[in-house]
């Protein structure tokens, strides 16, 4: 068990503090967008107040969310790559099969996307929470931050709660793009060119904001990530030769 | 004993890096690879760590070269095969969970014998220094068969000097160093048989005691293989010189 651990020690050294970086300044970033949003504005003799969800909204924080999640992913594809060395010719000589190492990884790297993900989620929370405390009490209820989750698309990706199909998409996200994020440099190691991961990652990015009625394509995102996720585990299982 | 029966090894595009090569190389023998450019060294040694298919057979002591015996041949390439991002340090704890063998001793050694640093990552050493520790990767690893791809590409005269008499002062009797490099007249006394290789055959297979027997150099050997025509240079500069 330590030696299988052990191999995860390159990969994990390299993308641990990047993430965890990376996690925080999206999170900063998200915290600053939301200071700059006025929370009301005079409209003739009206005083308009912006609910949290119009807040997030106008704020673009699924934007800052959506950078750092195609950042976080190019850095768990980096420790992979040979750059600079031929790692690949080490990985291949351990007893360790290497197909069962990029799974390995593969799990090491959606379990950071699932930090990244818990990070930016409690980033929300703390930041409708200052919404909640500084907003005059007549403007908010106990119900404001349960109808902001619901209604903000980002905020509902984010925390879906009881929303399991959305948590299931999330979840098998996480999965699939942290094992793609494995695979791309296993092929590329065996000289073999393999792009899948980079659209993969922009469709997960731009598309995780998400209604609670599904319309913004849950199902086919579900399909996709499914597929690709099959996809991949044959690809690593079947082409593991060279083919020059 | 390694050998080698009939391995024959074609690329995609068609041409023959290999053709029927047959090799035994038994234990503690230092065996040196010649062979000029794209004549197949590397490709061989590829071929016997399993990091290429190929045509033929493959055996150490009567068994294919599985991940059940890889252990037992180790490899340093000009290419580098270390963890750039990882420091001298985290290689040795790495190698040695995955190497049962490894020589831990022999290791900080050759450390404190070239003074490279333990705690920098090796992708700031310099480019000696980055061979240099390739080297002691693949001696320290424990392995019967050590392999070496040009691993003194890029160090001075002096540096690969001293590499030579502490490889001759710590081998033991059972290893067995396999080096391919183009430094004919540096290693001639250093290695006790010579393999040539010329167009994916071996064109000539000789131990120093045959030569010294004979009275020849290396180099003379070399020549006469290759049949290298000494007043080739001295007639192409001829005709150029008429031309102009």
Redesign the interface.
Known sequence: M??WL??L??AA??SVWKVLLLSALAAGVQVLLFLTIPLDTQYDTHRVTFSLEEVVHQGNLSLAFSVGFVLVCAVLVL?GME?????G??L??????ERVVVLLWGGVNALLLFIFWGIQAAAALALSRYYLQIMPTEYINQQTLLMAFSRSPYLHALLPTWDWGVTIRNLLGCAVLGLSAAALPFHWRHGRKAWSTFPLVILAAFTFPIGMDGSDGYGVQLIILSMTGVLTVFGVWRWH???? | MLELKDVKKSYLKGSKALDGVNLSIGPGEIVGLFGENGAGKTTLMKCILGLLRYQGEITLDGDPITPKNIARLSFATCEHSYFPALTAGAHRDFYQEHFPNFRTKRFSALMDFFQLPRNKAIRSFSTGQKNQFEVILALSQGADYILMDEPFAGNDIFNREDFYKVLLGILEPEETILLSTHLLEEVQHFIGRAVLIHQGKVAGDITTLELEEQGRGLMDFVKETYQYKADRVSRALGELTDRE
């Open positions: 330590k030696r052990s191999v020690t390159p050294r390299l420790p750059r600079g060395a031929k790692t010719y080490t291949r000589r351990l007893a360790a099969d030769e060279d083919e020059e």
